[in-house]
């Protein structure tokens, strides 16, 4: 490791390894294989490129963009490192010139892509000295990966013809069904798995619901102005929108330039060299734009539209701060960004994968839970505290020890033998009566019915915070059934606390439900203004009571302009009277009292019920 350490720094200028570098440098040294999994910016590159200086012959380095190829061959030329790049839009003659200096053994790494490297399997690669493969962004390889590329699919071909050549997977995001089928695929020997942590403390996380185009737009402007002369990324969905949102910024004195396939590849190439040499500040592009780009001074990243999963939006933001310094990302998300998504993924080969995995990016933009936390732990790195740099962090949602709620979820979860999805926990939790249910004798179960007192919606919520928290994991090989993790088991047998944010509606459904209100308001004639609720002393407390609830009531019925037994039956009143309820979950054991009318007065009425009973 001596020896490396000095290369280290004559190449590469570092003092010393990053995390896990060494670790998997030695693992290629031996001779043996591996898959890394490192964040963008924590130094993947290193772990192919120093060993292929160190070890005899030529490293064969298996990449999927020509852009990317080109930039790390260029990195390597200016730090004395000869590499190339066998690409196919270079002239053959060229392409023959360099098959024949690759033979005589000139170079230390050779970039080529998954087609040229099997056009080229029987004929160069079969006559060169080959130290070792590397596999960069090998979540291309998987089905269940974020950017499947069926030119991947051929690659086991290269264990098979090289069996004593070490391979090394390298990925940027791979979550733990997809890590298990890179291994797989590439049909690796007895590899180790090596996962850096996925942890960006310098990137601050914020996303923006529900803006329409033109306070959109605006709000881009501000971002941007405050964060004058520095470099950004702004990623779109539409090529249109990369355009246009780049012309907007030209006409408001901000240098930027468009990116997306439908430009000519000599368009492309001179915005990223604009961007690359900081002539322009900001380029508004699609997807395609980033990978390999090694520019270390990004300070932003904006998203103008929902990415369709966390690995894609994971991997964009990171291309912010790879230096290290604190940097900034912002994610607009509109329903109508997830309409378009959900359409992409019900059309693609891996729908009921691809509409789970935009389901947990929904989740991921509406959530009030630690939004650092929420990445971590779907890469499946636990993190004990919220990260206090993120917009949930900076304005926290109200909350509760949810302990017990985590503990009945788990229970119904384990005591299926972790057969069931989120539906069938929910449908045991609140004792649904649907057929397959009872068929599977699940209303037998001890939890059968213990989580009755909470509506479908906010039950969801909560199984979704508890994913996000890492209580839970979806098993996508198995009908994405839920699984009890680690942490999950500490909570369900006490060893921890679960802290949960209270349920809150989205911004959607309230904006909603105030237009509808306001638009019935108009209709209908007003009301009569309702009486306040005078306390007067009867013959006994459950009398007085009684009274304030009858008046109460009448107040709400003049409000809804309804006769007073529908909003509630005497008999509910009495029940109120004698019982006094002082929480939300008792009060939803009175009769008459449903999950509508719990949720409509119940916060009212037990108000009106402690101030009478002095609680």
């Not at 910016?41 to 963009?65: D, E, H, M, N, R």
């Not at 990317?68 to 839009?89: F, R």
């Not at 069996?163 to 390298?170: D, F, K, N, S, Y």
């Not at 995001?173 to 590439?186: F, G, H, S």
């Amino acid at each position: 490791m001596q020896e490396l350490t000095l290369l280290l720094k004559k190449y590469f200028g570092f003092d010393s390894f990053r995390p896990l570098q060494a670790e998997v440098i030695q693992r290629v040294i031996e001779k043996k294989d591996s898959l890394a999994l490192m964040p963008t910016g924590g130094g993947k590159s290193i772990c192919f490129q120093l060993p292929a200086v160190y070890l005899p012959g030529t490293a064969v380095v298996v990449s999927p963009l020509i852009a990317l190829m080109k930039d790390q061959v260029k990195g390597l030329t200016m730090n004395g490192i000869p590499a190339a790049a066998l690409n196919s839009m270079m002239p053959e003659g060229e392409r023959q010139q360099l098959r024949q200096q690759c033979l005589q053994g000139k170079y230390k790494l050779l970039y080529i892509s998954p087609e040229g490297l099997l056009n080229e399997l029987d004929w160069l690669l079969a006559r060169m000295e080959i130290s070792l493969i590397a596999i960069d962004e090998a979540h291309c390889i998987s089905r269940w990966g974020h950017d499947f590329r069926p030119e991947y699919a051929q690659l086991a071909v290269v264990k098979e013809r090289f069996p004593h050549v070490p391979v090394i997977a390298l990925t940027a995001t791979a979550d733990k069904i997809t890590r298990l089928d890179i291994m797989d695929q590439l049909k690796l020997h007895d590899p180790q798995l090596f996962i850096s942590s996925f942890d960006r403390p310098n990137l601050s996380l914020a996303v923006h619901r529900g803006l329409d185009k033109k306070d959109k737009l605006a709000a881009i402007l501000r971002f941007i102005r405050h964060h004058k002369d520095q470099s950004g990324i702004l990623y779109c969905m539409k090529r249109v929108d990369t355009e246009a949102v780049a012309s907007l910024l030209t006409t408001n004195g901000i240098r930027a330039a468009a990116y997306h396939a439908g430009l000519s590849p000599s368009q492309r190439e001179q915005a990223q060299d604009d961007f690359i040499n900081d002539r322009i500040e900001v380029v508004c592009a699609t997807i395609a734009f980033g990978m390999g780009i090694d520019k270390s001074n990004v300070r932003w990243v904006i998203h103008y539209n929902m990415p369709g999963n966390i690995e894609n939006y994971y991997q964009e933001i990171g291309r912010a701060g790879r230096d290290g310094l604190h940097s900034d990302t912002l994610l607009f998300y509109s329903l109508g960004d997830l309409v378009l998504l959900r359409r992409f993924a019900e059309e693609s080969g891996q729908n009921e994968v691809n509409m789970d995995k935009l389901h947990r990016m929904q989740r991921y933009c509406e959530t009030d839970v630690c939004r650092r936390r929420i990445l971590l732990n779907y890469f499946g790195e636990e993190a004990g505290q919220d990260c206090g740099n993120c917009d949930v962090c900076r304005n926290p949602p109200q909350q509760f020890d949810g302990s017990i709620l985590v503990q009945k979820a788990l229970s119904a979860i384990l005591r299926t033998d972790e057969r069931i999805g989120m539906q069938m926990t929910i449908d045991i939790l609140r004792a649904s009566g649907r057929g397959d249910l009872l068929q599977l004798g699940y209303d037998k179960l001890k939890t059968y019915g213990a989580g009755r007192d909470l509506p479908f919606k906010v039950w969801k919520e909560y199984l979704y915070q508890m994913l996000q928290l890492g209580y839970v994991e979806i098993d996508y090989a198995n009908g994405q059934t839920l699984k009890a993790t680690p942490s999950g088991r500490k909570v369900l047998f006490g060893q921890a606390q679960a802290v949960l944010a209270t349920y809150r509606e989205p911004e959607e459904v309230v904006r909603a439900a105030e237009k509808k209100e306001k638009k019935e308001k108009k209709k209908r004639p007003a009301a009569p203004s309702p009486q306040p609720v005078r306390i007067i002393e009867a013959n006994s407390p459950e009398e007085t009571l009684l009274d304030a609830l009858r008046q109460l009531r009448r107040r709400i019925a003049q409000q809804d302009g309804v006769p007073p037994y529908i909003v509630f039956a005497d008999d509910s009143l009495q029940e109120m009277a004698q019982k006094k309820p002082l929480s939300i979950d008792a009060f939803a054991g009175i009769r008459g009292v449903g999950e509508i009318k719990r949720e409509k007065y119940g916060k009212v009425f037990v108000a009106l019920i402690r101030h009478v009973v002095g609680k």
